[in-house]
């Protein structure tokens, strides 16, 4: 292949369909590597301390797309202490001065200012899509000088950041030449926008396809939009409290009635159980429905709504919808793919209504159901091994059991076997969260059987280091390991150091491992970084010795070639 | 508080799982008492409930083996099994059990939870009027049962309303979403606010036989 043109060469990369064929082909010989990195049109860094953006910047100068993800998962979850990092301004700037081509951005769990937001609008003339997923640091007038001055912008889509509300100024920065976006989300804004800036930029907007509204938008204002858009695709509605008229009812559903190509639907802020009638009419095409929002919705709500919904393949809902109605699911939803259930109320010592019979429920009905979420107050190792037994394509698995610690609710014992069935059954599963009461035992399982496992998240399960190395033995393809609260202790940290330079992260926190353990990791291994994570907290009792030596509250290690952050906060401490 | 109608069941407590609730309610209705706590005292407890805990273990296996037709969350009868009974131990190896809201759990965004939080504070909250009639009484009158946080809250405020309730015996019934008259506190309190559509206080024959005095919080 060195014979042909590089023109040649670059066509053929071309067809290479991710970031991982790419860097291998690169790898080839020089040439290759030359001819791949100037060609290189989307660039993904899983973890924005692995590299030093200059470098990235360097190296692929002719990128269009970046992907950048900086805190560990279990930040979401208010595990990673604030100012710990993450932090969005060194990339934008990176790609400020060396790349300039630059057209789109998305940015996952990373501080990010409005400085940064105002340099990336001004810097990028053919910036147009802007994504940020759990972000937090900026506030509306970011998004105004987004607004202003990206004339080319397609894509604003802001899921579930913490933005600082300076009023609804930023919607009517758009200025009256925009007419290009295909999708705006601001359902996360907690303010209000201004109703008639927002209609008219719908109006001028014929290519939009996907928009999602915040908590303020009244539903008049919805049904003016619709009227506008027949040709959306994805709708987040705004308010759908139940002050309104009847007029208002009947405009929404004759707007409801144009849009033919809707096929997803979310939002259903404050929505009254009134307004869902209006929607049945629209039910049957719909795709993809997310009514994680409503909890002023019940079972018999959701169930009617959801009856009508025969197409759906992916479904968010609340524990309100119960087991019978995760029946009626099962039996209207043939299609399904993707269920998530959250919990509505959140004490652990609390109730649920849904148990293990609306998941058995659900895997006897929809049998494609490849990604699950399920969070419930109990559990069998019978209905674990049904469930296995009914949806062996199970890619992501993840089952939450609001106590800690909690066994079969049926038999008291372990939930091993279940999990075990689940990694058994399931050859293709990529992601696994566990939970409930677990021994070494499930691990072993895991170890054992999930050979195309990515990512696992283990929360108080275990009994002995002996259970982290099996996983850290059997699963050849891990990524992501996060665990909390679990007794493994330095043996299990070193027992094969060489494995984290295959994997993204590791994150252990409230578990045995001792600040000696890490530090032998750390000059075991100069590739990673090893970050200890002391928090100063009057509750902490972390004077507890283990061996004699302090046990460390959070631990989190990850390959890099950028060597040690300097941005890290006094509390992290990288060896 | 009102001893007849069970308002300790429904209670939101921390305790130990199994620990002395006898609520066995049926499983379909999803209307169970709660049966599952864990005690804040837990970490501080030595290790002498291992040997007694092991050995009621095998006499509640037993036990629980000839109850599988029926829910086992709910006879509150689970006790740990030995692995996790280990956990209340000071043994080193072991995290400490967890406290009763750990950090970060459930593992459920803040964005959510934040969400979730600010909507059943708005949403329900401002248009739980229902009609309250009392037997006997020629007027009805409405009360706003989302502005209590508790049953004693609406015991408070019905007694308010109708001053009579403190000296006869009077039982609070409420008329549910399905069109069902249900005896009020059997349900958790949210439960209750969300499906309760219009209150009767039952009196004299009729409330007899159904849980007695309607007991005012001294």
Known sequence: ?575 | MAEGLGFEETELRLGLPGGGNDDASARGSGKRGYAETIDLKLKLEPAPAVGEDEVANEGIAAATAEQLSSSAAADGKMKRSPSQTSVVTSDPEKPRAPKAQAVGWPPVRSFRKNILAAQTEKGDRSAALVKVSMDGAPYLRKLDIGACNSYDELSMALEKMFSTMKESSCVPTYEDKDGDWMLVGDVPWEMFVSSCKRLRIMKGSEAIGLGGKCKIVS
């Open chain 1, 1 to 575: 292949m060195t014979y042909f043109p590089e023109e040649v060469v670059e066509h053929i990369f071309s067809f290479l369909p991710g970031q991982h064929d790419r860097n291998t082909v690169s790898l080839v010989c020089k040439v290759w590597y030359e001819i791949e990195r100037l060609s290189r049109r989307t660039v993904f860094v899983g973890n924005c301390y692995a590299v030093r953006p200059e470098r990235v910047v360097l190296r692929f100068p002719n990128m269009r797309a970046l992907t950048v993800k900086g805190k560990p998962h279990f930040a979401d979850f208010n595990l990673v202490p604030p100012d710990w990092g993450g932090y969005a301004a060194p990339w934008i700037e990176a790609a400020a001065r060396g790349c300039v081509g630059l057209e789109e951005l998305r940015m996952k769990r990373m501080v990010v200012t409005d400085e940064s937001l105002e340099l990336l609008a001004k810097t990028f003339p053919r910036f147009r899509a802007l994504i940020l997923i759990s972000c937090e640091g900026f506030s509306t007038d970011g998004l105004a000088a987004i607004a202003s001055h990206c004339k080319l912008l397609r894509e604003l889509d802001l899921q579930e950041n913490e933005v600082e509300d300076r009023g609804p100024r930023w919607l009517s920065c758009f200025p009256d030449s925009c007419t290009s976006l295909v999708s705006l989300n601001f359902a996360c804004i907690k303010g209000e926008v201004n109703a008639g800036s927002l209609e008219r930029l719908v109006a001028r907007s014929p290519n939009l396809r996907s928009l999602r509204l915040n908590r303020s938008v009244p539903v008049d204002t919805l049904s003016k939009i619709l009227m506008r858009t027949p040709n959306l695709e994805d709708l987040g509605t705004g308010n759908l409290a139940d002050d309104f008229q009847t007029e208002s009812y009947i405009r929404l559903a004759l707007a409801f009635d144009k849009c033919k190509m809707l096929r997803s639907l979310s939002g259903f802020w404050d929505a009254s159980p009134f307004c869902l009638p209006f929607i049945y009419p629209v039910c049957a095409q719909l795709t993809g429905l997310n009514l994680s929002y409503a909890p002023t919705l019940d079972s018999s709500d959701l169930t009617k709504m959801i009856s009508h919904c025969v197409k759906l393949q992916r479904l968010w809902v609340l524990d309100c919808i119960a087991d019978k109605g995760l029946q009626v699911v099962a039996s209207s939803c043939k299609d399904l793919q993707e269920l998530r259930v959250f919990p509505s109320d959140f004490y652990i010592a609390g109730y649920s209504p849904v148990t293990e019979e609306g998941l058995v429920a659900i895997s006897l009905g929809c049998q494609k159901l490849s990604s699950l979420l399920y969070f419930c107050h109990q559990m069998t190792n019978a209905a674990l091994i049904t469930i296995a037994k009914n949806c062996p394509n199970f890619t992501r698995f993840r089952l939450c059991i609001l106590e800690p610690g909690k066994p079969d609710a049926m038999t008291n014992q372990p939930l091993d076997e279940g999990f075990g069935a689940i990694v058994r059954e399931c050859k293709g599963l990529r992601r696994l969260s566990i939970s409930g009461l677990l021994t070494d035992k499930v691990f072993m399982y895991i170890g054992t059987y999930a050979k195309e496992l990515e990512m696992l998240s283990i929360a108080f399960a275990g009994d002995s280091d002996a259970g982290m190395m099996h996983v850290m033995k059997g699963c050849k393809n891990l990524r992501k390991l996060e665990i909390r609260d679990s007794p493994f202790g330095d043996a299990a940290l070193l027992e094969n150091v060489a494995k984290y330079e295959t994997m993204r992260s590791l994150w252990m926190s409230s578990c045995n491992v001792t600040e000696k353990g890490c530090q032998v990791l750390a000059s075991k291994m100069p590739m990673l970084n090893v970050e200890v994570i002391n928090e100063l907290d009057e509750n902490n009792e972390m004077d507890e010795n283990h061996g004699g030596l302090p046990k460390v509250d959070k631990l989190y290690v990850y390959r890099t070639t950028a060597g040690g952050r300097d941005d890290a906060p006094n509390f992290v401490k990288i060896l």
